[in-house]
């Protein structure tokens, strides 16, 4: 029972502690919904690796499935699934986005 | 496709306040755009079918009940509170 592109998938989850899957680049976003995530992690300083997805058919689909979430971008930290670009921005505006990557000793308090 | 999006989510969550928007025309030329003038979706639903979910579990029952309208459309912006003071 391994599926090739879940095993690519959780190692990419596994290896970085902030993981975006996303279109396009954290320098060059090709959509308004990874950009906005994108700008919310520079925003906070948190380093994070991203996933171009569209480099790669077997993962735009492939995340879609292990996740169980139909669209991208999708932010993983830690192992753990927090949303999408939706709840990446009312956690931010909330400061909860904040006080989670302090607790996930991700960010220096300020 | 907005009606239909409507519908279903009615159905699903008896909403206490229930807005569907058609964003389609501020992505025109982006990616995703279709050219059908229904690719991208906002939501915004209150229900007390949400009280003690989380963000995450209330954005799922949405997708989820949207599941055969997420294949022909592009983007779904949700916005789901449980009640309208937004705890």
Not at chain 1, 12 to 31: H, R
Not at chain 2, 26 to 43: K, L, P, Y
Request: charged residues 25%; proline residues 3%.
């Amino acid at each position: 029972m391994t599926n090739p592109v879940f095993d690519r998938i959780q190692k990419e989850i596994d290896n970085n502690d902030v993981s975006l899957f996303m279109k396009g680049t954290a320098d060059m976003p090709l959509c308004g919904f990874s950009a906005m995530v994108v700008q919310v992690l520079s925003q906070l300083g948190v380093p994070f690796s991203t996933v171009n997805v569209l480099e790669d058919d077997d993962i735009r689909q492939g995340i879609k499935d292990f996740t169980n979430w139909p669209t991208i971008p999708q932010l993983y930290v830690k192992g753990e699934f927090i949303g999408g670009c939706d709840i990446v921005r009312e956690m931010y505006e909330t400061g909860e986005l904040q006080d989670f990557f302090e607790e996930k000793g991700l960010l220096r308090a300020a | 496709m907005k009606d239909r999006i409507e519908a279903v989510l009615r159905e699903a969550f008896a909403p206490s306040l229930l807005e569907v928007i058609n964003d389609s025309a501020r992505h025109h030329g982006h990616a995703g755009d279709d050219g059908s003038g229904e690719s991208h979706f906002t939501v915004k639903i209150v229900s007390e079918a949400f009280v003690g979910q989380s963000r995450l579990q209330r954005q799922r029952a949405v997708f989820s009940a949207l599941v055969d309208e997420m294949n022909s459309i592009h983007a779904l912006s949700i916005d789901a509170a449980a009640s309208q003071d937004r705890n």
